[in-house]
């Protein structure tokens, strides 16, 4: 009976251990995020922060050898389709640059176009610092092709491709200011002079350029250092060169201080949302970064509305998996904070702790579908013993569980019965309702 026990439980971890809240990778550090639509699913290519230690890139400074793709059908569930691009396999790149800076992607003719910043390793011919390269796919997860050379004429980092519904595509770059030029057709040279995009902001730092058009509005959107730390900030034009209209902020400056915040933004099932980054598994060292999405909309007039970066992210949760309360919707201010399980592998995630009676936990959008659920589990401890209750709906919404935690130091999966099951998406609210000291790691229905 023990061994069908443990074999449950295992199997229950290993089903759930996928996540949709923020950030949406957790088992590596990703920064720069490049979001794409290929047929059904979202593709992302974001840059791939590593550790630089001595003799491996500059410790102290960004640190990256290669590229992944990851994809979904559903922004909840992701897949990792491995390395599409490495440093010491491009016959270009300085082997030992580290220096695999924001990337992007687009669909041209069945072919996908990768395009990477980093530095060569033949100074004289393509000049110190960075320049711009393209991989070449017949799938958006690759296998890559690296071009032998660089694409001629462009010096900077923070590429982004678009292309206009006339079929001309353009390219876009930074390296201070924000600098555009056509394509060929090919996707691989320029074909127009190169253009400073003169009319966005003329103080502080500019990159990271993001153009799309939605309604005849061509937004060009990019990081821009107004203050201390990047904003993410947006113009809008009617045509890909403008002239453009510096309109405002997409996302405000990081309360956690991470310097560099860099965007992409997309439509997906007729919802649009913003992908960018954060700090959240290296709170102390700002050059290892995480991806992160919101939800994006617009009003009226198609200006953009401001988007306040949240840590329970986009989609929908099942009530059977392994619900994170941690990437909460909203906190109780009084008595719940938010800790690393684990200060010495931040990959393991966090924990909620309720500190004192009243204190809360809220996550909206979970799915209890349409079958009764009878039992919830919740893996916790507790200083001195505790009793949660879970309600749906609000604050005050009806009681589904009432979990007694036992005072216990160790982590226990503890199980309930579901008293009042309900179908259906709801608002989900874990409340301390007696005791102190209580951290919950997950809680999921069966
Ligand atoms: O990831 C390295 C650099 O930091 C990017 O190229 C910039 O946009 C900033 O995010």
Redesign the pocket.
């Known amino acids: 009976m023990k061994k069908i026990i443990t074999a449950c439980v295992s199997l229950l971890i290993c089903a759930n251990s996928l996540f949709a809240q923020n950030p949406f990778i957790r088992d590596q550090f990703t920064?720069?995020p490049s979001a794409r639509v290929f047929g059904n699913r979202v593709y992302v290519y974001p840059?791939h922060?590593i550790l630089a230690t001595e003799g491996k890139g500059r410790v102290g400074w960004?640190c990256?050898e290669d590229y992944h793709v990851f994809s979904s059908d559903n922004l909840t569930d992701w897949t990792d389709h491995g390395m599409i691009v490495t440093q010491n396999k491009v016959p270009w790149v300085r082997p030992d640059s580290y220096s695999m800076?924001?990337p992007d992607c687009i669909e041209r003719n069945g072919k996908y176009y990768f395009y990477f910043?980093t530095a060569a390793k033949d100074t004289v011919a393509y000049g110190r610092g960075f320049t711009i390269g393209v991989a070449v796919a017949d799938k958006p997860e690759g296998p890559y092709i690296p071009q032998e050379t660089p694409i001629k004429g462009v010096r900077g980092?923070?590429p982004n491709v678009f292309i206009d519904n006339d079929g001309q595509a353009y390219l876009y770059w930074?390296a201070g200011n924000i600098y555009g030029a056509k394509l060929k057709a090919n996707m691989l040279e320029l074909d127009s002079e190169v253009k400073i995009l003169g009319d966005l902001p003329t103080k502080g730092l500019k990159?990271?350029p993001y153009v799309f058009e939605r309604n005849g509005i061509y937004y060009m959107t990019y990081?821009h250092v107004e203050n201390k730390t990047e904003r993410l900030e947006y113009a809008i034009g009617d045509n890909p060169f403008g002239p453009f209209k510096i309109v405002g902020a997409v996302m405000d400056e990081s309360a956690s201080g991470c310097w560099?915040?860099?965007h992409s933004i997309i439509q997906f099932k007729n919802q649009w949302y913003l992908f960018y980054?954060d700090k959240d598994y290296s709170p102390r060292f700002d050059k290892a970064r995480s991806i992160r999405i919101d939800s994006l909309s617009f009003n009226a007039d198609g200006t953009i509305r401001k988007v306040i970066p949240t840590l329970r992210g986009v989609g929908i949760t099942k009530a059977t998996s392994q619900i994170q309360i941690d990437r909460y919707t909203q906190l109780s201010t009084d008595g719940s904070s938010i800790a690393f399980l684990d200060t010495m592998n931040r990959f393991k995630g966090w924990e909620t702790i309720f500190a004192k009676p009243g204190a809360w936990s809220q996550y909206n959008k979970v799915d209890f579908g349409s079958k009764p659920l009878k039992s919830v589990t919740i893996n916790a401890r507790s200083v001195d013993g505790g009793i949660l209750e879970v309600r749906i709906d609000n604050l005050n919404g009806p009681v589904i569980a009432e979990i007694k935690i036992p005072k216990s130091n160790e982590w226990k999966l503890i199980e309930a019965p579901v008293l009042n099951y309900k179908a259906g998406i709801k608002n989900l609210f874990v409340i301390l309702k007696n005791g102190t000291q209580t951290g919950t790691d997950w809680i999921s229905f069966k």
């Open positions: 920064a720069d840059s922060d960004f990256m800076w924001a910043p980092i923070d930074s990159e990271g990081p560099t915040n860099h980054h």
